[in-house]
């Protein structure tokens, strides 16, 4: 299943206090999304409370998912739950995770880590109108430990929004750039985790655009510490359209990945080039410590997936669409204040 979150009324592309949502699941049509926290309550009464939210369903565990199917199975026969079937085009997106438990962004993707590296020193002597040799900044170089182990960092989970919602240009920043990455929602707990068992970890699969202000990023992470205002921005992360149930998606490490900019290809990648697959980044993270069911994970992002790399950064007014075969496509305006 694709599953979704969404407020059930059209163009509302910006959050606002006290908003109606609801989770849906796309029908087989691809046109329509059956609201599922309709279909549950009217079904099921107070049982339908597993519909409630995607934390809720995620919570139900697979009991939950099975209520779910039924459902969309049941709308697709013309059965009841037939009447909460709405057109795609009448609903607005929200992040289909609006408030993961935990958010954590990883660095997998070897062709970024050192284009990006490449792109920082540029950027960083641009800023103070010199070369990276005159700054004293070393030639890239790819440390061993990043070979060895996984790396993260936890991110902000209460700055999440979904797709076409629009992303609001940060005022500190006049260097703005989108990350394409591939992302995952756990659906169960657990501790130590083994790279055997991990897959059973994974509710689904969904895509992830890391907002980033290259400016702070690159200025604040001199320090050794970090990212933070480089990446800590209302909107700042975007997760959509939906997630795709594991079940629904067998290969997920043969997936291609594209960006396009205005409708311009500026990127493309594979999830097959990833150094350290989600078994791995599991069995690695939870390591003495709990992960929770609701929790979201990014793969950092492919080669070529920013512009940073082909050094082409973003403007006011673009329109960043983030694909990823078996997914779906992620699309997003950003918007820069006005003055």
Not at 74 to 89: D, F, I, W, Y
Not at 301 to 324: H, K, M, P, R, Y
Request: a negative charge; proline letters at 5%; hydrophobic letters at 40%.
């Amino acid at each position: 299943m694709k599953l979704l979150t969404f407020v059930p009324e059209a163009g509302a592309t910006e959050f606002t206090a006290g908003e109606t949502r609801h989770i849906g699941a796309l029908a087989p049509d691809g046109r329509h999304v059956l609201n599922l926290t309709l279909a549950a309550q009217s079904r099921m009464g107070t049982d339908g409370a597993f519909a409630a939210s995607m934390l809720a369903l995620i919570d139900a565990g697979a009991d939950g998912l099975a209520r779910a199917h039924e459902l969309l199975a049941e709308a697709a026969r013309g059965g009841e739950a037939t009447a909460h079937l709405v057109p795609l085009g009448g609903i607005s997106f929200r992040s289909p995770l609006p408030e993961p438990r935990q958010m954590r962004d990883c660095l997998v993707f070897e062709t970024h880590l050192i284009q990006a590296m490449e792109g920082g020193r540029k950027l960083l002597a641009e800023m103070r109108d010199t070369t990276p040799e005159a700054l004293g900044l070393p030639p890239v170089k790819v440390p061993p430990v990043w070979y060895e182990q996984p790396i993260y960092y936890k991110a902000n989970r209460f700055s999440v929004i979904g797709h076409d919602q629009i992303v609001r240009w940060p005022s500190f920043s006049r260097m703005m750039d989108y990350e394409l990455e591939f992302g995952i929602v756990l659906g169960r707990t657990g501790r130590d985790i083994t790279t055997q068992t991990a897959a059973d970890h994974i509710f689904g699969y969904t895509i992830f655009n890391d907002m980033t202000a290259r400016d702070a990023q690159f200025a604040e992470m001199q320090g050794s510490l970090g990212p933070a205002k480089g990446k800590d921005f209302d909107t700042g992360n975007i997760i959509g359209p939906w997630i795709v149930t594991s079940d629904e998606l067998t290969d997920p490490y043969n997936l291609t990945m594209q960006v396009r900019v205005n409708g311009e290809l500026r990127g493309k990648g594979s999830t097959a080039s990833m150094q350290h697959r989600f078994d791995r980044i599991l069995a690695h993270i939870s390591r003495d410590e709990t992960l929770h069911a609701g929790e979201f994970i990014g793969s950092g992002t492919v080669g070529n997936g920013c512009g940073i790399e082909t050094g082409q950064l973003l403007a006011s007014g673009d329109l960043i669409e983030l694909e990823i075969d078996g997914i779906g496509t992620l699309r997003n305006r950003i918007i820069a204040p006005a003055g």
